[in-house]
């Protein structure tokens, strides 16, 4: 429960910041991990378990409990054309490195997840709206 009301007080809210930039070799990157069942299930684990649906949502709509409450830019990964803005690096940076500012912002998850484990959180967001990571 901790948990859950730290990151409605300090995770998970994006407030667009106009010097929040990916660097080019991050944008670049691509998911070492194949596709499976098994690591789409494992992405959806870790998406849970780390509180992701509390801002963007338990079917990733972007329409979490705190949606509603936080100033933030949440997308909807269940479209297609909404995935097709983000290669994989750069959601594996956000994810890694988080964005945002002091009040709302999306955490990061370096210190709590593997790298293995992010990438299998990119792998699930993929698979929302049935986009094929780039391999």
């Known amino acids: ?7 409605a007080f300090f995770g998970c809210g ?9 660097p080019a070799e991050a944008v670049s990157q691509r998911n070492p991990l194949p596709v499976t069942s098994q ?11 780390a509180g992701c649906a509390i801002c963007h949502g338990k079917s990733g ?4 409990v705190l949606a509603k409450d936080v100033s933030m830019n949440l997308h909807n990964w269940r ?4 995935q097709g803005s983000f290669s994989d690096g750069e959601l594996f940076y956000i ?5 945002g500012t002091s009040r709302g912002k999306m955490p990061a ?8 484990q992010i ?4 792998i699930y967001i993929r698979s929302l709206a049935g986009t094929k990571v780039s391999n």
């Open 39 to 49: 690591s789409i299930a494992e992405g959806n684990h870790l998406y849970r378990e």
């Open 1 to 7: 429960m901790c948990a859950i009301v730290s990151v």
């Open 79 to 82: 479209d297609p054309s909404v």
């Open 61 to 64: 709509d972007g329409k979490g």
């Open 119 to 122: 990438w299998q959180m990119v």
């Open 14 to 22: 994006t407030n667009r910041r106009a010097d929040f930039k990916i």
């Open 109 to 116: 998850y370096h210190d709590q997840e593997t790298t293995e």
């Open 95 to 99: 994810i890694d490195k988080g964005k």
